[in-house]
């Protein structure tokens, strides 16, 4: 898994992850973990159904994205580890897109950690969903001007 934080499908398990955090040398001062699992939901913000959706991502720059994130994370008072691993490709309603995993000393510090992570990821990460729906497919995107090439993040 080393420091990639952007994987094809399949390439990346919650397991594979959770051995890693708890592979720390800190793991000692962790008392709480807490997970996010970001799966691909059947229905659009509009309430059409989805048939699919793909994931694609500028790797290098995500990839230094998603280690800046989990360094600054990390670096909060009672945080040991933060990973997020996000998938790219095509998938199917209900697959699994994103796993964001935050260890820390108690509960009280890793859920607002998780949260800002789950927050930070979707806003700052160089990711773009398509999402297919019976109405045709479309790039989902924010109100943020269009600096992607067509394509705006998640």
């Known amino acids: 898994m080393g420091s990639l934080f952007i994987h ?7 397991n594979d992850i959770l051995r890693k955090v708890k592979s720390n040398p800190r793991i000692s001062e962790v008392g709480a973990i807490a997970c996010f699992i970001g799966v691909v939901r059947g229905v659009t913000k509009n309430g059409s159904p989805v048939e699919g959706l793909e994931i694609e991502a500028y790797e290098e720059k995500a990839n230094e994205t998603m280690a800046r ?19 790219i490709g095509s998938f199917n309603v209900g697959d699994e897109l994103v796993y964001v995993v935050v260890a820390g000393g108690h509960r009280e510090q890793v859920f ?3 949260v800002e992570a789950v927050e930070r990821y979707k806003k700052e990460a160089e990711l773009w969903k398509k999402e297919y729906t019976c109405n045709g497919a479309y790039w989902v995107g924010d109100e943020r001007s269009d600096k992607n090439g067509g394509k705006k993040n998640m």
Do not use: Y
Not at 69 to 87: A, F, P
């Open 8 to 14: 094809r499908k399949g390439e990346v398990t919650l």
């Open 69 to 87: 994130i989990c360094e600054e994370l990390s670096q909060r008072k009672g945080i040991v580890d933060v990973q997020i691993h996000h998938n």
């Open 112 to 114: 607002p950690v998780l």
